[in-house]
């Protein structure tokens, strides 16, 4: 109130015209009021409240007395000492377990810790033990769950990626491989627009109308997708995919493939088509290939994952496609759109995010590309 000078004002206009009119009916000068009950009636006060602030105003002379008065406070301000032996014993039954004190729990509850303090004969408030953990710069925290690699040969191995990526010449590529499913053709769930009185529905057991296992391969320099449909995940699955990058990359000199520690992808006819290659290559002057392994357990550095998020989350979530056919429509359209869009907007992946995917589509060790929610 003291704040605003307005509403300050008024207050105390509002009172002397009060206190002007009831000395006027004291003193019977009052033309309005034949009695001080008819005063009070008027204007709806209470007349013990009215005579106390008239009383304090008239003894110290001072407006200020007749502001409301702010009380003190209703607890008693505890000692330095006092307010140290109260956070030593929060933070003693704090680093103990619940089940020591016979609470039937792992984590602690600001009521249990009032518990187990009145039973060592301290008493503290549920807002004195909040306030003694927050000035100690504790807080609640929910644990998440990473991704972690457990490969011994993490750090070279991606050292190995960066310093690939960071001498990359114009007449080189970089493909992130791997392979999305299977994934059954079913009715999915998801955020939509009902109209009033609908509600959406997934039922809980349905037949599958199919599987889809995408096999691809992410070109970072380009932003291009190369992608087809496999029966299984295998050795000659990712032998036709290398057979299809070097038929559309002959313009280029060398070609480096990464992926994650997959048994296919380490397989010794996979190496040995590979070496076939790179003798073709030596005695043609033709596209040479070599291998960028991620570390094993390291999904996660997978850009091209980054594309498969999207993809399921544009094309595959809140779907209902009557056909895998119809399946294999969408995705290729998806694919299709998202090259042409970088055909006309040349940019390495990561300097545009296309669509709906959720990260970034560049390679980086803080990356999680992929998506838990959609895989």
Known sequence: MRADRTVERNYLRQWRMLIEQYEAVKTGRSAAFSNVRDFYECHGTCSQTFRKYYNRYRTSGLTSDLFPQRRGPK??????AEATQAKEAVFRILHSPPSDFGFIRATWKRTDLQQ????IGVMLSNR????????????????????TSRDPEYCTKLASVKSILQGLREDEGFFSIDEFGPVADLKRGGRKLVAPGESATVPQWQKSKGVVII??????????????????????????????????NRHLSRLYLSWDAASWHMSKQLAHRIASNNVMAEVTGSTRVETAPLPAGAQFLNVVEAVFSGMARAILHNSDYSSVGEAKGAIDRYFTQRNEYFREHPRRAGNKIWGNERGTTAFSDSSNHKDPRYR
């Open 75 to 80: 607890h008693r301000v505890k000692s330095e």
């Open 116 to 119: 187990a303090l009145k039973t």
């Open 128 to 147: 004195d033990i909040q306030s003694i953990i927050q000035e100690a710069g504790y807080r609640w925290m929910k644990a998440k769950q990473v991704l």
């Open 215 to 248: 096999t691809a391969a992410l070109e970072l320099s380009t932003n291009q997708v190369t992608h087809f449909y496999s029966g299984k995940k295998n050795t000659a699955e990712i032998i036709k995919l290398l057979d299809l990058l070097l038929a559309r």
